[in-house]
């Protein structure tokens, strides 16, 4: 009896883990709270148009043209400011028990992410092309650019990690840096008020 | 405000060695001190550092000198703690503070403190694209502060000093691009005779690796090797009008280590006028970027508009 009460055991936890594992595509992340211009969810190769309201989820692509800006609030508070000229996946995303797994993709454009602070374990990472920035909670911008990246920190900190070296800083408050396609980070810097104001300026969904 | 005599901060072997191992132990992981876009400019042991910022740093230094009478000189081993505060963005304040130890021929040791200094630097010119930029300070010397045992002058001094640093990145040199070179040019004015006025001008020429490995191409050289830039110093120091003293003049090579918000630097003291000492010193200098390890706290400018 005792073995069948550890098999049940396992298989519930297993259950309850399943939730946070990827393959959800259609499990929901967060919904749209401000949305300028003509942006579009592709799913599966269909596209939607976003408005107001609108849920996000896992597996979305978030297509933000020119001249067009979008907000999203996370399920766990956070909340993701996207820059026109942006191409971003919700690759995974699970938030539950003052538990947080997220993992954006940016393949191209600048974005904004107030992170918010969870009790429990947390990961929240966004993918480029070149590598991956990862933080715990803090305000923070992120732009992927053909062959390179870069990070600017408002409040927390981040970690830089170049895909190809898989050599990694940490960029305080106020810093930032840049990343190189096959290269190492650039050493953090401090940011000028006119590059935060610039990435500010550019994520601001009025 | 002081010379390459004045700025050989001095260090016990020991301390060296201790120091030298660690950073051979600690983990790569660049910081920054003084950047002009992707530019970082290593802290300088020799040259005044080149634009404001908040740091904390402890430089020490020994040189031999030539004693020729009794009471003279045979060593100078100094202590340097400097604190730099910025006030805006561009606009930053120093406070530097030496003690000296001082071996004579034929007399007791003795030692003591230097002058107090304080200087006001001015982030005039920052030209990302270029690695560039440009500073403008206003150091004093407050004399009477220091002991006259160890040569502290009872005259105050003022200097004018004009900072520049620019990172050859931006040009096509290909493994040339980590190279950077800053350069300070300075007048001191004494408050009255017989201290006379004098021109400060110093000149640094890096090449840094962790640069190369960032901006050029990766190597995936070893950890130590990585955060390194090696870099070669000058500072000249010439009285202004003749009869007035004599131009004492020091050639530092060394190495800078990076690590996340600290920065270790060692260098040889050459000295190439006999003003400047007799025989090879040893200066080494530990930096901590206050702005990197309490960058929402200390480390953050007194007016800030973030």
Request: proline share 7%; aromatic share 6%; hydrophobic share 45%.
């Given at each position: ?64 043209p020119a001249a067009a800006r979008l907000k999203l609030r996370l399920s766990a508070g956070s909340v993701i400011s996207v820059a026109s000229g942006t191409r971003l996946t919700i690759t995974a995303y699970a938030a539950e028990a003052g538990h947080r797994e997220a993992r954006l993709s940016l393949a191209g454009g600048l974005l904004r992410a107030v992170v918010s602070a969870v009790a429990g374990p947390s990961r929240f990472e966004v993918d480029t ?78 | ?306």
């Amino acid at each position: 009896m005792p073995r069948r009460l550890g098999l049940m055991l396992a298989m519930a936890a297993l259950l309850t883990a399943l939730p946070l594992r990827a393959p959800a595509a259609a499990s929901s992340a967060g919904l749209v709270v401000g949305v300028a211009g003509r942006c579009v969810a592709e799913t599966g190769g269909v596209e939607r148009p976003l408005k107001l309201g609108d849920p996000i989820a896992v597996g979305d692509t978030l297509v933000v043209p020119a001249a067009a800006r979008l907000k999203l609030r996370l399920s766990a508070g956070s909340v993701i400011s996207v820059a026109s000229g942006t191409r971003l996946t919700i690759t995974a995303y699970a938030a539950e028990a003052g538990h947080r797994e997220a993992r954006l993709s940016l393949a191209g454009g600048l974005l904004r992410a107030v992170v918010s602070a969870v009790a429990g374990p947390s990961r929240f990472e966004v993918d480029t092309a070149t590598g991956t920035a990862a933080v715990r909670s803090t305000d923070w911008f992120v732009e992927a650019k053909p062959g390179s990246m870069q990070v600017g920190v408002l409040a927390g900190s981040v970690s830089l990690e170049s895909r190809a070296t898989g050599r990694e800083v940490t960029i305080p408050a106020r810093w930032g840096a840049r990343l190189e396609a096959g290269r190492d980070p650039v050493p953090p810097r401090l940011w000028t008020p006119e590059e935060f104001a610039n990435v500010i300026s550019r994520t601001t969904l009025h | 405000v002081s010379g390459p005599r004045d700025q050989a901060k001095r260090m016990p072997r020991s301390v060296a060695a201790l120091l030298a191992s660690a950073l051979l132990l600690a983990p790569v992981a660049a910081g920054a001190y003084t950047a002009a876009g992707d530019r970082q400019f290593p802290a300088t042991l020799i040259l005044p550092q080149i634009a404001p910022t908040d740091e904390f740093y402890a430089n020490f230094a020994t040189q031999p000198d030539a004693a020729a009478t009794p009471g003279a000189a045979r060593r100078d081993t100094d202590l340097s703690l400097v604190y730099n505060k910025t006030i805006t963005d561009r606009l930053g304040v120093q406070f530097d503070s030496d003690f000296t130890w001082r071996d004579r021929l034929a007399a007791p040791s003795t030692s003591g403190w230097q002058n107090l200094a304080t200087t006001v630097k001015y982030l005039a010119v920052l030209d990302p694209a270029h690695e560039m930029l440009v500073s403008l300070g206003l150091g004093r010397e407050w004399g009477d502060t220091g002991s006259v045992r160890v040569g502290a002058s009872s005259i105050g001094a003022t200097t004018g000093t004009v900072y520049l640093g620019k990172g050859l990145g931006d040009l096509d040199l290909g493994m040339l691009r980590p190279l950077a070179f800053a350069t300070t040019v300075g007048y001191q004015v004494a408050d009255r005779d017989p201290r006379p006025d004098l021109v400060q001008t110093g000149f640094v020429l890096e090449y840094s690796v962790p640069y190369l490995e960032s901006k050029v191409r990766a190597f995936n050289l070893p950890d130590p090797v990585r955060a390194m830039t090696p870099m070669v110093e000058t500072f000249v120091t010439t009285p202004a009008g003749a009869g007035r003293g004599v131009t004492s003049a020091v050639l530092g090579p060394g190495i800078s280590y990076a690590g996340a918000g600290w920065e270790f630097g060692i260098e040889a003291m050459l000295p190439l006028t006999r003003a400047a000492g007799r025989g090879v010193g040893v200066t080494a200098q530990l930096h901590i970027a206050l702005d990197y390890v309490f960058p929402e706290s200390i480390g953050r400018p007194l007016l800030s508009p973030q």
